[in-house]
């Protein structure tokens, strides 16, 4: 399992004295200035986080270190993590993102459908992104219940019952 897990990203600039737009990618996502200093995914860099006020799309905030657009801007699509330890207990039928990507997917019947590359939502629902063995096309099945009934994060792998026509 990864050791950070990415909670949000800096989307650039907002206004001229600092200020970053911020996306965060947390449950609650006022929480995300919770578990700061967050890091960029080198570790070469670390910030202290003050959310100033709820944005269109995020928040605007305050970076440590960041005090002209200029700086703010240069950071636009920078990734923010945060050690797991620091980031609450999740329930057995929640997960990390992280933790599922690079799961083998099985069929029902044990024959291997693929890996995961990744997690997508596009608003609706989670979607895992699952590259198909001996073809560099991916196909997109639902991370629900009924089409995911097992994760076994120790065995690292993934049960599914695609619905009819996805792996077609």
Known sequence: MAEMICVGAIAGAFG???EVRLKSFTADPVAIADYAPL????GARSFEIEITREIKGGF????SGVLTKEQADALR????????DRLPSLPDDEFYHADLIGLTVLDTGGAELGRVKAVQNHGAA?????????HSRTVLLPFTQA???TVDLAAGRIIADPPEGVFE
Do not use: M, N, S, Y
């Open 39 to 42: 890091q960029t995914e080198d």
């Open 60 to 63: 605007a905030a305050r970076l």
């Open 77 to 84: 699509g920078t990734q923010l993590f945060a050690p797991r």
């Open 147 to 149: 089409a995911v009934p």
């Open 126 to 134: 989670d979607l895992l992104e699952i590259l198909v063995p001996g």
């Open 16 to 18: 001229v004295h600092g």
